[in-house]
């Protein structure tokens, strides 16, 4: 019988400076989100998301800024003119992780923790021997980089209406009541 290895669950990565290994990157572009998955040597995980779109579909000057000089750091070029996401992967950023605590959304007598990332430094790998699962994520063996679906595929992935047999939904008539 197989043997299935146990975590400590999810562990918010203590406040201090890392090293970071880029080992996958998401762009969707409809929606203009760009999400980052970063680990430490010793294998904790961090993800770094820019919407670099705001609701009006135009660009977050901001966000914009944000990731285009986390994208220039990892890559160590100031001088780049544009990346694909992609290209970030394998690439190392030294890192300040910062914790902010806000109310949470849920119950805002209750109080959440995030993990941010401060002032960030080029890097040209880690500081420390990484562990056996990090060097499998850095080398692409897990993690990969998949582009997200687009809302149409995933419309088309959803299961069809049951047939106008099906029991009438509850509540207002529409075409009743509109007389048509």
């Known amino acids: 019988m ?3 290895p146990m975590t400590s669950g999810f562990v918010l990565i203590p406040e201090g400076t890392y090293v970071f290994g880029i080992y996958a990157a998401t762009y969707d572009e409809e929606f203009g989100k760009i999400e980052v998955k970063l680990v430490t040597a010793k294998g904790m995980t961090h993800t770094e998301r820019f919407s670099i779109k705001d609701s009006n579909d135009q660009l977050n000057e901001k966000a914009l800024n944000a990731f285009s000089y986390f994208a220039k750091t990892a890559m160590n070029d100031f ?4 990346v694909d996401p992609e290209e970030l992967i394998g690439h190392y950023i030294e890192a300040e ?9 849920k119950d805002p007598n209750k109080m959440v923790t995030f993990a941010n990332l401060g002032d960030k ?5 880690f500081d420390e021997e990484p562990t056996a699962r990090v060097l499998a994520l850095m080398s692409g063996e897990q993690g990969k980089s998949t582009p997200k679906p687009k809302t149409a595929q995933k419309a088309a992935q959803k299961p069809q209406e049951a047939p106008s047999t099906a029991a009438p939904a509850k509540g207002l008539d529409l075409d009743a009541l509109l007389g048509d």
């Open 79 to 82: 001088d780049l003119e544009d």
């Open 97 to 105: 992780v910062v914790h902010t605590q806000l109310p949470s959304n």
């Open 121 to 125: 430094a080029a890097a040209d790998g």
């Open 2 to 4: 197989a043997r299935i």
